[in-house]
């Protein structure tokens, strides 16, 4: 029995170097290794890039507690599980994967991509990449995650839910909104004051530039009251003293007609008929705005000042209405 046993030790010795490749130089056979491709619509490579064997989906779980999804996986350099708690409706795909490389240096690049092989944008919700299974790539490791299916709400703890939330408003609302109301009314009168102080040079120039135009408009008023009175003098002196009124009327018919073609080419030109209001006042923007350009008045950034002007007040009227009824008297009257 002690021969035969030492002739089967013999062979053993004798085969193990072929086992293992042996001193003659041999290598050992290769472990069969898993290649997994990225796809769209069908398996084929991505770039060239192939990721590593799949893992299980155990490497990478994902629990809901208390409402919010944590999802755990085996950070490759540190060889530790690290959990990572996200909000759905805020935290993206990008957001999440950045706080993984974040947690592990060692994380080179860090993908998802739906079962289809289709990579998934990093602007995507999470709560959008939950609602159906994925492929979580970091480095060339691929990991296949099946999220758990959350249960539905019931109707009555739906409704308890949006009590809840709504009560939470209100309570912020209560500790918040008067320091708030009080902070944007300090920020829109810091806001007038500003704008007030730009729009100060600018009212001075625009009033002198206003009488300017209001004098010459003015000017040319009386101007035509003249010359109206002197045309009447002189066709009632041709009338009485120099002519007769058969000579007269043909030349006062077609003095008559030519003022109403001048009227008509008024209202040609300017789309309007000639109200003497408004006559007026178009006479006095066109003094007005060559006064302007002479000195060199910028109407349109006055213009775009007056109205964040008139929009800051608007805003304090506003803001100041609910704010009266919440601040003690002695604020409301300091204000006043």
């Given at each position: 029995m002690l021969a035969g046993l030492r002739r089967a030790l013999r062979g053993g010795r004798r085969q193990l170097p072929a086992l293992l490749g042996g001193r003659d130089g041999c290598p050992p056979p290769s472990a069969p290794q898993v290649m997994l491709w990225g796809h769209t619509g069908g398996w084929r490579s991505r770039e060239g890039t192939p990721y590593s064997t799949l893992m299980p989906s155990d490497e990478v779980t994902i629990n809901y507690r208390h409402g919010l999804p944590v999802i755990t996986l085996m950070l490759p350099t540190r060889s530790e599980r690290c959990q990572f708690t996200v909000k759905p409706v805020v935290t993206t795909v990008g957001a999440f994967l950045q706080d993984v490389q974040r947690e592990d240096k060692g994380i080179e690049r860090a993908e998802v991509?739906?079962?289809?092989?289709?990579?998934?944008?990093?602007?995507?919700?999470m709560e959008v990449l939950l609602m159906n299974d994925f492929k979580l790539i970091i480095n060339n490791t691929a990991y296949s995650v099946s999220p758990p299916v959350k249960d539905k709400l019931s109707s009555e703890h739906a409704t308890e839910m949006e009590d809840i939330k709504s009560l939470?408003?209100?309570?912020?609302?209560?500790?918040?909104?008067?320091?708030?109301?009080?902070?944007k009314e300090r920020e829109l009168l810091q806001r007038l004051d500003h704008l007030k102080g730009e729009l100060l040079p600018l009212e001075q120039m625009?009033?002198?530039?206003?009488?300017?135009?209001?004098?010459?408009?003015?000017?040319?008023?009386?101007?035509?009251?003249?010359?109206?009175?002197?045309?009447?003098?002189?066709?009632?002196?041709?009338?009485?003293?120099?002519?007769?009124?058969?000579?007269?009327?043909?030349?006062?018919?077609f003095i008559t007609y030519g003022s109403a073609m001048a009227f008509?080419?008024?209202?040609?030109?300017?789309?309007?008929?000639?109200?003497?209001?408004?006559?007026?006042?178009?006479?006095?923007?066109?003094?007005?705005?060559?006064?302007?350009k002479k000195q060199r008045f910028n109407v349109e950034r006055y213009n775009?000042?007056?109205?964040?002007?008139?929009?800051?007040?608007?805003?304090?009227?506003?803001?100041?209405?609910?704010?009266?009824?919440?601040?003690?008297?002695?604020?409301?009257?300091?204000?006043?």
């Open positions: 991509f739906a079962t289809d092989g289709s990579k998934v944008s990093d602007a995507t919700l939470v408003h209100r309570l912020f609302v209560a500790l918040h909104l008067e320091d708030h109301q009080i902070r625009k009033a002198r530039i206003m009488d300017s135009a209001d004098a010459k408009t003015s000017r040319l008023l009386w101007v035509g009251l003249a010359l109206m009175s002197t045309q009447g003098g002189a066709l009632a002196w041709l009338t009485w003293w120099v002519y007769s009124w058969d000579i007269m009327e043909p030349v006062t018919y008509y080419a008024y209202f040609v030109l300017t789309k309007q008929d000639y109200i003497y209001p408004h006559a007026k006042d178009r006479q006095f923007l066109h003094y007005f705005y060559r006064k302007s775009k000042l007056k109205d964040d002007l008139a929009e800051a007040e608007e805003s304090l009227r506003r803001l100041r209405q609910p704010l009266h009824l919440r601040l003690p008297i002695q604020e409301i009257s300091d204000k006043d």
